[in-house]
């Protein structure tokens, strides 16, 4: 019985590995914002933030700010009946002014190539 969950645990670590080995090695952006992004935002949000689960953060105007100070708020509190939980006790500040960073560089970039 106890060497049944040991190799049920095993295999439960040697997925979610697998997984983040692959989230890993699929971003063009090493950044640590990108990081950020990758670990907790793109499964809701896209790898490419346009969108799934969760809004395109690629499109023109943001219902909550598109300001750094918005969006870092936007992450910190999260917004009210939405699934956009707040992230302010899961990320350091560091890591939310990154993200933001990072979100507001690939919207530029985005608005440049169009």
Known sequence: MIQMKNTKQLSLLLILTIGSIFNLSAQTDSSPGSI????????CHG???????????????????????A?????????????????????????IEQVADYMLSLKKSKKEKS
């Not at 950020?36 to 499964?43: D, F, P, Q, R, T």
């Not at 790898?47 to 100070?69: M, V």
């Not at 910190?76 to 890591?95: D, F, H, I, R, Y």
């Open 36 to 43: 950020v992004y990758m670990n907790y935002c793109s499964a």
């Open 71 to 95: 969006i870092i708020q936007t992450i910190k509190k999260g917004v009210p009946n939405t699934s956009m939980m707040a992230w302010e006790n899961m990320l350091n500040e560091k890591q």
């Open 47 to 69: 790898k490419k933030l346009e969108g799934g689960q969760a809004p395109s953060l690629l499109t023109t105007k943001w219902k909550h700010g598109d300001s750094k100070k």
